[in-house]
């Protein structure tokens, strides 16, 4: 009898993943799937403790859908990687596996882990390895020199071309199995690292998953450009925690989109396009961690960047984290990411500016803590986007492009609606005061507890320019 092995990895779904398909394909196979745990390696990238509970309430999920169909889910905890990869030899051999199925990962530890793999296995058994969470697989969109594209216009534009040539449909999931698994598996345990609840905002499951993205591409998705920098407005997906973790598909959220909106692609004033935009620069960042790797290694993608001379200011570091700058649309911000895991793309704009240009504090520094907190954790998508704001990547803002909080404030919550949801401290300033409540309070003559700003805006952003103009100088001296 045929053994079929799926290794789950951040692909936790049983609806359009490529490898559990392929490995049920052949209808009289046994099929076995395993999820290994690592939290060794997830401590080393600051994993939050609501993203690895909301990884495990949806394990418990695909173990039951998995069982539903005769595949049972196998879990193991390792430390790390090397250990995965040694624990794996050994179970295929016990279980006497013909041939293992899995999706690829792209980070720098994962292609090192897969390649460890492919050497212990290459040689019992068949591999069989596919791409799987992106549209389109990293180095099939090139510029015609066959790179890499370092800018995002031009990537999106040969992206959507090869696109349209691609095939991008869904799969269905697998049918009940012919020779369904005749044991058990047991129960999945609890991970040895730290779990936080996720909340009702974020409900668990595949179908919930699709449910929500159902609904945003039916009611939503058309007045996107017009909500989607609007934090107190539901205006955007949040379906990022499921992409991240492969709850969905980002050929789901495709599929979906243009069966909702057929013309998607054409109509690119539309908020449907505009959606889609996001999903591309998601892809974007993807490639560009393939093509650099050394951006999984906390490295500037541009050099001379390395040498801007950050401030050294740990109370300041600890009041952006905790909310409490003195900026109420940033600690509003802040709040929200401490409380629920997520936060709004224009917040995370601003919130990367405030302590890059503003505190003049290194830009790794939020991009671990973001990480730290993030239910939506994606290590391509943070570090690009913290990089963008820094002005220290591809395709990056210009480094004389800096935020001011207070004018972001009043532009994007200018009644301030999320502000107060967040900060209750300002829930009695008026709304025409809201982003500069120390001047309503004194000229009301009262004190509220709540901050003054921890730093001059104005002043700030000299000194931002001269730390970036000075390294540039270096830079360009030295060669």
Avoid at 312 to 335: E, F, H, N, S
Wanted: aromatic letters at 12%; glycine letters at 6%; one cysteine or more.
């Amino acid at each position: 009898m045929t053994t079929h092995l799926v290794w789950f990895r951040n692909d936790l779904r049983i609806t359009d993943n490529r490898a559990l398909a392929a490995a049920c394909a052949d209808v009289d196979a046994t099929v076995i799937a395993v999820f290994i745990a690592t939290p060794g390696q997830w401590r080393r990238h600051d994993m939050a403790p609501r993203q690895a509970a909301f990884i495990y309430q949806h394990l418990l999920a695909l173990q039951s859908s998995l069982a539903e169909r005769g595949i049972p889910l196998y879990y193991q905890q390792c430390e790390l990687f090397s250990d995965a990869v040694d624990w794996l030899k050994a179970f295929v051999a016990e279980h006497k596996v013909d041939a293992l199925f899995y999706n690829n990962q792209y980070e720098i530890n994962e292609v090192a882990r897969d390649a460890a793999l492919d050497k212990a296995l290459s040689t019992e058994l068949t591999l069989h390895r596919f791409d799987d969470s992106l549209l389109l697989p990293p180095g099939s969109v090139t510029t015609g020199e066959g790179g890499m594209y370092k800018v995002y216009t031009p990537f999106r534009r040969a992206f959507l071309q090869r696109l349209s040539e691609s095939d991008t449909r869904s799969l269905a999931a697998p049918q009940a199995r012919n020779n369904p698994y005749k044991g058990q598996s047991a129960p999945i345990k609890p991970f040895d690292y730290p779990q936080e609840e996720v909340g009702d905002d974020f409900p668990i499951g595949e179908e919930a998953a699709r449910d929500r993205l159902r609904r945003f591409c039916r009611e939503n998705v058309q007045d996107y450009l017009e909500q989607r920098d609007l934090p107190a407005i539901d205006g955007t997906s949040t379906l990022s925690p499921y992409l991240a973790i492969g709850v969905l598909s980002p050929r789901q959220c495709l599929n979906r989109l243009r069966a909702e909106h057929p013309h998607a692609l054409e109509k690119t004033d539309g908020g449907a396009f505009g959606w889609l935009n996001e999903l591309v620069w998601r892809e974007f960042y993807r490639h560009l961690l393939v093509a650099w790797p050394h951006l999984c290694k906390h490295k500037p993608f541009i050099e001379w960047t390395d040498g801007v001379r950050w401030r050294d200011a740990p109370d300041d570091l600890k009041a952006w984290q905790a909310g409490k700058t003195g900026y109420p649309i940033v600690d509003a911000a802040m709040r929200q990411l401490n409380a629920t895991g997520w936060m709004h793309n224009r917040l995370r704009m601003i919130v990367s500016s405030f302590l890059v240009k503003d505190l003049l504090i290194d830009w790794r520094s939020g991009e671990r803590y973001f990480m730290s907190q993030l239910l939506d954790g994606d290590l391509a998508a943070n570090n690009g986007g913290w990089q963008w704001g820094a002005s220290t990547g591809t395709d990056a803002a210009p480094y004389f492009r800096i935020f001011n909080p207070t004018t972001q404030g009043e532009r994007f919550d200018k009644q301030g609606r999320f502000i107060k949801a967040w900060v209750p401290e300002l829930a009695e300033v008026p709304e025409k005061d809201i982003h500069h409540p120390h001047q309503w309070a004194e000229k009301q003559r009262r004190v509220l507890d709540y901050p003054h700003p921890i730093i001059d805006h104005a002043r700030a952003r000299k000194d931002t320019l001269a730390a970036f103009e000075t390294a540039k100088s270096r830079a360009q001296a030295d060669n």
